[in-house]
């Protein structure tokens, strides 16, 4: 019997799943996983690939902060700057902005440096 389809949805979410972040010296932060995600949208067909630049700028507003410094580090990555600002506007409305803002910060110095 074969294995179930994945959708590009469950593909993405597996990516940020996967390796955890924090669990080992070389995910400390996400590298892998930014690196992973980034990988994954510059090799998808141009249709596919806006779907998931909009499943990940959707991502960038989730209140959990390890989804959402990913994601903003997948954007700046790939050169979403307007996707990235949105971000950091909707970070200003919660109560720990401070540490969303610092973390957004460190998935954008990841992106720089990693991809």
């Avoid at 179930?4 to 469950?10: F, S, V």
């Avoid at 080992?24 to 930014?34: D, K, R, V």
């Avoid at 994954?40 to 909009?54: A, P, S, V, Y």
């Avoid at 050169?79 to 919660?94: K, N, P």
């Amino acid at each position: 019997m074969s294995e179930p389809t994945l959708t590009l949805e469950e593909e993405v979410l597996e990516l940020y799943r996967s390796p955890i972040i924090g669990a080992s010296y070389n995910n400390t932060f996400g590298e892998e996983n930014i690196q992973s995600l980034v990988e994954k949208c510059r090799n998808l067909d141009e249709k596919k690939m806006q779907i998931m630049q909009g499943l990940v700028a959707s991502y960038s507003k989730s209140p959990d902060l390890a989804t959402s410094f990913v994601s903003v580090g997948v954007l700046h990555a790939l050169g979403m700057s307007q996707e990235v600002e949105d971000a950091y506007q909707w970070a200003q409305s919660l109560d720990e902005k401070e540490k969303f803002i610092h973390h957004f910060d460190i998935g954008k110095s990841l992106a720089e440096y990693f991809t």
